[in-house]
């Protein structure tokens, strides 16, 4: 059964760090880009950071430029998200995604074959 199992979620301060991880199964990761998405409530899907599936290309969304770091550990099947300097706006269900190929599109969900369930993040005092 394929699957992507995101983990590491919770609440965390303003200013506060987390790592999130975004593990497979059923299939390795190796030939995939990952991306990570958000959603806030009433809000839409919101792509945050692409990672090839090499590792070497890296994407972000303006807002968490130099916040966030993507990377992979294809031994492990597992795609990591450091947030740091977490603000309130970054609360949401984080969801990570794999796509069969790399593209400048990577912030479309319509780009991706594989979707996990999502962890909380929520960031307050």
């Known amino acids: 059964q394929v699957q992507l199992v995101e983990s590491g979620g919770g609440l965390v301060q303003p200013g506060g760090s987390l790592r999130l991880s975004c593990a497979a199964s059923?299939?390795?990761?190796?030939?995939?880009?990952i991306a990570w998405f958000r959603q806030a409530p009433g809000k839409e899907r919101e792509g945050v950071s692409c990672?090839?599936?090499?590792?070497?290309?890296?994407y972000y969304t303006d807002s968490v430029q130099g916040r966030f770091t993507i990377s992979r550990d294809n031994a492990k099947n597992t795609v990591y998200l450091q947030m740091n300097s977490l603000k309130p706006e970054d609360t949401a269900v984080y969801y990570c995604?794999?796509?069969?190929?790399?593209?400048?599109?990577?912030?479309?969900?319509?780009?991706?074959?594989?979707w996990g369930q999502g962890t909380q993040v929520t960031v307050s005092s």
């Open positions: 990672i090839d599936s090499a590792g070497l290309s890296l």
């Open positions: 995604a794999a796509s069969g190929y790399f593209s400048d599109y990577w912030t479309k969900v319509s780009e991706y074959d594989y």
């Open positions: 059923g299939f390795t990761l190796d030939y995939y880009a």
